[in-house]
């Protein structure tokens, strides 16, 4: 099967549930704004916005609808590798995608795709408008340049999370472990927590994650340093996501022969 095909597919497969679903994709462009004033709300409730300020150096309002923004785009593709095999599998067609001949390391880098491409949607709702309304004209192409930084992002966390999803799959399809690393994931990103704060154990797990580099360079540009590190964290994430696509393909192996060997069990 062609690359194109697989594409075709899974887009087929994401819209007509989208198409058939519309208040998901309501919410999908909605959640940004209520994450940033739930956050506002109570945050202002406890302490001054300058003091946020102050500490992070960018208005609380622009990093947090960012920060929505970025997590939200990360997690529906990510939970795309991680969950589908679970969905497969309560469906009964997983048997199907182990028989078939499609590369799996190829199916699994396609299936977030879709959902990647809503990313522009969700920035164009979000990050557009309040830019504007705080820098001017000025911050559409800075808006664009964050949705871009983000997209990329989402490309370099696909061998990471077929790596993850190839191994906890492999070793007993655990919802439970995913509900686990699911949330750790969103915390070492450095999305809410810029990860210069976090304690040395926490950073050096956050300087595994390829889209971590990724969320840091988005956090420097918003403080206005375009400058060599910035770029550096870019290629290091490109880097590292290009380093861990090996081991997904091994994982995604091991992963089938142990099912083939076991019958593919679905119950």
């Given at each position: ?6 594409v075709?597919?899974?887009y087929?497969?994401?819209y007509?549930?989208m198409?058939?679903r519309k208040?998901e994709?309501v ?6 704004y209520v994450f ?6 109570v ?10 300020e102050?500490?992070?150096?960018v ?7 960012t ?21 497969e599998a309560?469906?009964?067609t997983?048997p ?6 499609v590369n ?5 880098s ?5 959902r ?6 969700i920035?164009s ?12 004209l000025?911050?559409i192409?800075?808006?664009?340049l964050?949705?871009?930084?983000v997209?990329v992002?989402v490309f370099t966390?696909?061998?990471?999370s077929i790596?993850?999803s190839?191994?906890?799959?492999a070793?007993?399809e ?10 750790l994931?969103?915390?070492l990103?450095?999305?809410?927590y810029?990860?210069?704060y976090?304690p040395?154990v926490a ?19 918003l ?5 060599e590190p910035?770029v550096l ?6 880097l ?10 091994k994982?995604l192996v091991?992963?089938?022969k142990?099912?083939v ?5 679905t119950?």
């Amino acid at each position: 099967m062609r690359v194109l095909d697989l594409v075709r597919a899974e887009y087929k497969l994401v819209y007509a549930e989208m198409i058939r679903r519309k208040s998901e994709l309501v919410l999908l462009i909605l959640y940004p704004y209520v994450f940033t004033g739930f956050i506002l709300l109570v945050g202002c409730g406890t302490g001054s916005p300058r003091v946020f300020e102050e500490r992070v150096g960018v208005n609380p309002a622009l990093f947090l609808i960012t920060a929505g923004f970025t997590v939200m785009a990360l997690m529906i593709c990510i939970d795309d590798v991680l969950w589908r095999p679970i969905w497969e599998a309560w469906i009964g067609t997983l048997p199907y995608v182990f028989a078939s001949p499609v590369n799996k390391l190829l199916l699994f880098s396609v299936m977030p795709l879709p959902r990647a491409s809503l990313v522009v949607l969700i920035g164009s709702t979000s990050l557009v408008p309040l830019y504007v309304y705080q820098y001017g004209l000025a911050g559409i192409p800075l808006a664009l340049l964050v949705i871009l930084l983000v997209v990329v992002g989402v490309f370099t966390m696909i061998p990471p999370s077929i790596l993850t999803s190839g191994l906890l799959h492999a070793f007993g399809e655990s919802w439970r472990a995913l509900n686990i690393v699911r949330p750790l994931v969103i915390v070492l990103l450095g999305v809410y927590y810029p990860r210069y704060y976090m304690p040395l154990v926490a950073r050096l797990l956050s300087y595994a994650l390829p889209s971590s580099h990724i969320v840091e360079s988005i956090q420097r540009i918003l403080l206005g340093l375009v400058d060599e590190p910035t770029v550096l964290l870019l290629a290091t994430g490109v880097l590292l996501a290009l380093l861990y696509t090996p081991a997904s393909r091994k994982s995604l192996v091991l992963w089938e022969k142990r099912k083939v060997r076991e019958g593919v069990k679905t119950s």
